[in-house]
């Protein structure tokens, strides 16, 4: 059943001028002018038909035509209201569902909102591990993507396109054994890299290899920064310019939340 396109805002001034029995009233609380309060409702008796308010000695009032449809009107309204606060509901202020790869959740990520949290406490935090967060499948409001860019989600590059290649330490067994995952991106810093011995289906599952001394692997930067600081991995290659690097990306409505800006603001703020 086709439904009637209903003039919504020319209805909501009707509720306003019934309740106040006044234009200028009705204008102060919609912040308009009272002319243009006057032309809602003309428009709007055109398009009903009928008449709704008519002029007396005594003021402005409602005809038995104004009158009889404003319970269900007000009523209308309210569900409006519950409707969107139902949808609003999903999207609480203090609650954030992120997703990362392994890695940088547990060493760039988790860091950075533990700092969040300090300073904002009644904030909570969903967060799941993935490689590339699927927002169609999950209730996401970020998610950390290894990418060239942003793709067909708005983001905002966290990391630079640099590659390293990490060996264990003092693990000779391991010399000459490379570990590969899919989308490592050998081929584009050499022409011919030797094929991986043992395979893994991530980046951070590569990184925590290199470290458990099974051998070496070729991973983002950024990804291994503190475990070569820590001195839990040795560089041997790098750091070089790669194609992709690390992007916070959220699709448009997540984008336009205040809680993700701000979210988003001191993340890159941290850099």
């Known amino acids: 059943m086709k439904r009637t396109l209903l003039p919504l805002n020319a209805l909501r ?16 609380e919609l912040a308009v002018t009272p002319a243009a309060v006057g032309q809602q409702i003309r428009a709007l008796e055109d398009h009903l038909g009928t ?14 035509e104004g009158s009889a449809g404003l319970d269900a009107l007000r009523d209308g309204f309210l569900r409006f ?30 860091p950075r909102l533990a700092a969040f949290q300090a300073q904002h406490p009644g904030v909570r935090f969903q967060l799941r591990e993935r490689e590339r967060a699927d927002f169609s499948e999950a209730n996401l409001d970020l998610a950390i993507w ?7 989600f708005p983001g905002e590059q966290i990391s630079q396109p640099q590659w390293v ?15 590969g995952w899919p989308g490592d991106g050998g081929s584009e810093s050499r022409d011919s890299a030797p094929e991986a ?3 893994v289906g991530s980046a951070g599952q590569a ?24 001195g839990t991995v040795t560089v041997e290659d790098g750091p070089q310019e790669g194609r992709r690097s ?10 336009r939340q205040k809680k993700v800006r701000a979210l988003v603001q001191y993340l890159t703020g941290t850099l």
Not at 89 to 97: E, K, S, T
Not at 146 to 152: A, V
Not at 246 to 254: H, K
Request: hydrophobic share 50%.
């Open 246 to 255: 690390y992007w916070l990306v959220a699709p448009p409505p997540q984008w």
């Open 197 to 199: 011995c043992i395979a």
């Open 165 to 179: 290649s990490v060996a264990p330490v003092d693990a000779p067994d391991a010399k000459g054994r490379t570990i």
């Open 51 to 64: 008449v709704l308010f008519r002029r007396t000695s005594k003021g402005l009032e409602l005809t038995e």
């Open 146 to 152: 290894l990418t060239e860019g942003p793709e067909e």
């Open 207 to 230: 990184l925590a290899s290199v470290i458990a001394g099974l051998g070496t692997a070729r991973v983002p930067f950024a990804l291994a920064a503190e475990a070569i600081a820590a």
């Open 13 to 28: 001034v009707y509720d306003a001028a019934a309740r106040h029995l006044s234009f200028t009233k009705a204008a102060d």
């Open 81 to 110: 209201e519950e409707s969107v606060a139902a949808m609003q509901a999903g999207q609480a202020v203090d609650r954030y569902a992120i997703a990362a790869p392994r890695g940088m959740l547990e060493n760039w990520l988790a």
